[in-house]
């Protein structure tokens, strides 16, 4: 276990350079990463990372994986793309397989992007087309309802549905009638479907179930049950964006699949980040024949949707989560985490939440961005939504000897740090 400081040399010269030639958007980098192999990275300086965030909740199965490669190697000797005036077998046979592990009912349709935002236009499009056919007075147009909280992406549509003022309010205005409800209130959500006042029908509820960005906050199992019987009750799509807890991150292969939902379907599923292990892709589900016929040729398209490349990454990280039992280990590794963690007795950490391997600590002190850089220089990657949370969401391949070095470091880390 690395638990000293360490150096940097040519991730400085490196990261001069990022700054003088990239978009300040992220902020500078912290390393310079080179190369990883499993649960661990590699900075150009040589420093070694075990890796507790994963690109973000992407790279299911840590760096480099055999299989992963294997097939992402084989199908660029094959084609590495092709246009969507044809079609290639990986993305047939990855889409089969995606409705087969959402359970959605036959007549489901699958529709690939690139990435989260793109898959949450998707949906959102289709809930415009779908709340076309409910309105019945043009003075009252048809409202989509999203969550205080809430993070869909930051394209156009995205966005007008991402709850944080701070990235939103600047873009406005954006996509209109979408309406901002507080989470994890249902009676908020009851009155927020009331058609008084002018007010339209609702097309739909776009909402995750875990809102990562936010800090990881899991909604009620109650709250969510509630959701579905509203929009049962007003005919209005329940959209669940399973962006961060798909692909069996937090111990199902989708978090509305959860034991204590008691079988809840939505309408339409978005999906990105993990699914292809750390190839950019994304898409959502729309769930049965009637709803998936509202999207029509033109109505929506991109030229990378359902990329071969992509379509081959997803279908041998699938496979390795199946074979390996990953999704059953992800429940069983982040009780582990939870429970570790606590037992620390670090009087930094207030709390633990989270489900499977999507993790946050709630820290004491608000000193997550610090905890972030000391945890860094002592060889461990996490990250800070929020200036009292820090986020773990390691590959799915974690060990349980890579569990407790994670554990064994986040121990050590000092009650001092500076705060925001
Ligand atoms: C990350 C995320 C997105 C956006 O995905 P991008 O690939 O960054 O566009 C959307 N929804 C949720 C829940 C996410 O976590």
Redesign the pocket.
Known sequence: MATEAQPLGQDAAWLGKYDDVHMHVFGTPLRVLDHGQGMRVWDVDGNEYLDFLAG?AVNALGYAHPDWCEAVAQQAQRAAHVSNYFATKPQIELATKLIELTGAPQGSHVYFGN????A?EAALKMAKLYGATLQTDDACPYRILALTHG????TMG?LSATWKPAIRTPFEPLVPNIEFVEANDLDAMGAAFATDDGKGPVAAVIM?LIQ??AGVLPLDAEYIRGVRALCDEHNALMIV?E??TGMGRTGAWFAFQRDDLGGITPDIVTF??GVAGGFPM?GMISFGEELSALFSPGTHGSTFAGNPLGAAAALATIGVIEREGLVAQANERGEQLRTGIMATDNPLFASVRGRGLLNAIVLTRPCAHASVGWALDHGLIINAPSPTVLRLAPPLIASEQDINEAIGILALMPNDLATE
Not at 151 to 154: Q, S, T, Y
């Open positions: 973000i990435s989260g935002a793109e949450n993070f869909h992406g930051r995205a995750e990562g960005e964006d962006v961060q990105a980040k994304g």
